[in-house]
């Protein structure tokens, strides 16, 4: 495998386990939002139901109190409690309808079926205050014996005692869905808290495995090409790198080697121009030895054949200059002797002229050490 590739799937695990947490976090705040909204509402409606009963009672108990004491006004304040009532009627079927867009299933139907208790609580309101105004209206209109009895009616039966019911049934549904809610919620808290340590487990787990992996990967094969590199600066060019598989390692370690290749060849094609070199070298130097000893050996023929040819010719120069001495010096001598004086003179200007003649045929031939053959003449 390819270590590009590994680098590839390392990255994928790393993004796939960041998206889970990312989802998994996203998750846990939309839960938890859905949670506390719930709860919010759960503690917001039991609240109303219970300034409903609170309400709907004081408003009964002014309509009670104003009936048994023969008033004929209606109840001081009567009007702003009924106010105050629907306002609270209207709040919780709100609520309601709120709750019942967030839930499913079974929870839904609790939900219509809360809807259905408001609405009978609102029925049963009015119904009650149906007969509290009945009563009214007949003691206004001067029948104070069928309402006072009417009233005694109410008042054994309970004048809001099916309402009470209703609203003390409304508020431990309300009292229970609130400790559901809030239990829910712990138990999500605790189960998001045991899937993110679950999760923080795993993504510690596959880094380490991701990270040994690849270590693993790059440790060996850069301690190999170190070691070639410091073969190489030591000089042993000879030396490779063992290669296996096809991932970019691979590649490096031949590019490697072909490199160590090409460089160990120009080596040895230097050395070999360097001994090459040298071999010529010492052939030219031999050569030149040789040369300088023909040189020194046609110097030392050289000064013999001067010498010689000094020689040569030094004789017959002094035969001459002797013989013309001799014929100058003392009284006059015969014709004889000095003819015999002159034909020596006119031999040895022979002589000499054969030796003029030798050495310009020598300077006409190619250069060799020269061999001369002297007669002497006297």
Known sequence: MRYRTKLLIAAGLLLAMSLSAAALAYWGVAQSHRYLTRSRIAHEQLERQLQLSRHSQQLFKAWTD??????????????????V??????????????????????????????????????REYQHTLDQLAEVEQLRSRGRPDIAW???????RGGID?????????????????????????????????????IHAALAILTTLGLLIL???????????????TRKLAEGDLSHRISVSGRDEFAEL???????????????????????????????????????????????ETRRGFFADISHELRTPLTVIRGEGEISLRGKNKRVA????????????????SVLVNDL???????????????????
């Open 66 to 83: 104003t009936l048994l004491t023969g008033m004929t006004d209606r109840p001081l304040g009567a009007a702003y409690l009924n106010k």
């Open 85 to 122: 009532i629907e306002s609270d009627l209207a709040a919780l079927e709100h609520l309601s309808e709120k709750e019942l867009a967030m839930v499913g299933g079974t929870e839904h139907r609790a939900e219509t079926a809360e809807l259905d208790r408001l609405a009978a609580i609102r």
């Open 149 to 155: 009895q009417n009233l005694i009616e109410l008042l």
């Open 161 to 197: 005692q099916e309402l009470n019911e209703l609203i003390e049934v409304a508020v431990a549904d309300e009292t229970a869905e609130v400790l559901r809610i809030d239990a829910d919620a712990a138990t999500l808290l605790g189960r998001l808290e045991r899937i993110s340590q």
């Open 214 to 228: 690849l270590v693993r990967g790059l440790r060996a094969p850069l301690a190999e090409l170190l070691h070639g």
């Open 253 to 299: 370690g031949r590019s490697f080697n072909g490199m160590a290749a090409d460089l160990q060849a120009h080596q040895k094609a230097l050395q070999d121009a360097h001994a090459n070199l040298e071999s010529i070298v010492e052939e030219r130097t031999e050569e030149l030895r040789k040369a300088n000893e023909s040189l020194r050996k046609i110097d």
């Open 337 to 352: 002797e000095y003819k015999q004086s002159i034909e020596r003179i006119v031999e040895q200007a022979k002589h000499l």
């Open 360 to 378: 310009l045929f020598i300077a006409r031939q190619a250069p060799a050490p020269p061999s001369l053959n002297f007669n002497l003449w006297i």
